[in-house]
């Protein structure tokens, strides 16, 4: 029903930036939220950031918060996640998610989330 394909992961040093792309299918992007999650090995599937339809509100995990910024352009059925100042424990496989919803509050945990993507791996070497 609905793909989402993330990209732009790979291996970066301690204090480098990256920045993911997420591209959705469908007719219906600007209707869903959206958020990333990451999972490192062994670990639970940990919040990163959300945002809500027309991109006006933003949320973020504490960890990453001031590092991170998530945007979106519907236009291109596209969610973003740039990542500056990046540490080793940022190492994790990223997942790109969508939420169908009618409530105005974001989000923070993955059961509420419909549809993911393959995730893309982000490897921070120290």
């Known amino acids: 029903q609905v793909q989402l394909v993330e990209s732009g992961g790979g291996l970066v040093q301690t ?8 591209a959705a299918s469908g007719r219906t992007f600007s ?10 090995p062994g670990k639970e599937r940990e919040f990163v950031a959300a945002i809500s339809r027309s991109g006006g ?6 960890r990453v918060k001031g590092r ?9 059925n596209t969610v973003y996640l740039q990542m500056n100042s990046l540490k080793p424990e940022d190492t994790a496989v990223y997942y790109c998610a969508a939420r169908p919803t009618i409530y105005i509050a974001l989000a923070v945990t993955a ?7 393959q995730g893309t791996q982000v490897t921070v070497s120290s």
């Open 68 to 76: 991170f910024t998530i945007s979106r352009d519907n236009a291109k």
């Open 15 to 22: 204090g480098g930036s990256l920045r993911l792309s997420c």
């Open 31 to 40: 209707s869903y939220h959206m958020g990333w999650f990451r999972q490192a």
């Open 111 to 117: 059961n509420e989330y419909k549809y993911w993507g």
């Open 57 to 62: 509100s933003t949320d973020y995990g504490d």
